[in-house]
């Protein structure tokens, strides 16, 4: 059986990946899948919380797990609006490589 170590090191990785992502890509895409990426690495760190935290009748803490609903709410409210932006950005400037991105006017 997987202790609690072992859920927040592949959590950690996760959250090391994406941030790798998010700092050294270029691409708005890669970027953005990299953010949801530590969302996820998050998720898994308050289910593994929850899982482990038992309450004095014996059952799991399910505080962790409905935070994880809040936080699925909100990122699929930021897929919505952050690719309706990055499609926005792509017909007006004809790049997602954020170099080439140097100014807010167009």
């Given at each position: ?22 700092v050294?890509r270029r691409?708005?895409?890669i970027?953005?899948?990299?953010l949801?990426?530590?969302l ?5 760190s ?17 505080n ?23 499609v926005?950005?792509?017909r007006a ?14």
């Open positions: 059986m997987a202790s609690l170590n072992d859920y927040l090191l592949v959590s950690g990785l996760l959250f090391a990946i994406g941030l790798a992502g998010v050294m691409n708005i895409i970027m953005f899948m990299c949801e990426l530590m996820s690495a998050a998720n898994l308050l289910v593994a919380f929850s899982r482990f935290n038992v309450t004095p009748t014996g059952l799991p803490d399910y962790g797990q409905m935070m994880v609903f809040f936080v699925i709410t909100v990122a699929a409210a930021e897929v919505a609006v952050g690719l309706a932006i990055i926005a950005l792509y400037r004809q790049t997602i490589h954020t170099d080439e991105l140097t100014s807010l006017k167009g």
